[in-house]
């Protein structure tokens, strides 16, 4: 079992920046790839940035790629994501989650996620 706990959200206006924090509790933190998700009123959950166990690699959805940043700390079992040039549409509860692969995209390819943080840009 694998315990995440989000933070770092908060209200921020467009053009500024933000960086979430993803702590992580449980089973070997580098085991384990680590995503960020988030997901608007009304809509679905999508998948923003994955990086591999040891950090290796790393992959961004189209509309954040150049803006967010992730990270990762294994010494101290902790996942970033750095986020700048925010935009209105970047609005949404973003969630950090664990999963097997640094090729996992889609929310079923995760086996724990953590209760999310709410990120509002203003216009």
């Known amino acids: 079992q694998v315990q995440l706990v989000e933070s770092g959200g908060g209200l921020v206006q467009a053009g500024g920046s933000l960086r979430l924090s993803c702590a992580a509790s449980?089973?070997?933190?580098?085991?384990?790839?680590m995503g960020w998700f988030r997901q608007a009123p009304g809509k679905e959950r999508e998948f923003v940035a994955v990086?591999?166990?040891?950090?290796?690699?790393?992959y961004y959805a189209g509309s954040v790629k150049g803006r967010f940043t992730i990270s990762r700390d294994n010494a101290n079992d902790t996942v970033y994501l750095q986020m700048n040039s925010l935009k209105f549409e970047d609005t949404a509860v973003y969630y950090c989650a664990a999963g097997g692969s640094v090729y996992n995209r889609r929310t079923h390819e995760y086996d724990y996620w953590g209760q999310g943080t709410q990120v509002t840009v203003s216009s």
């Open positions: 449980g089973r070997t933190f580098s085991n384990y790839a």
């Open positions: 990086i591999s166990g040891y950090g290796r690699s790393t």
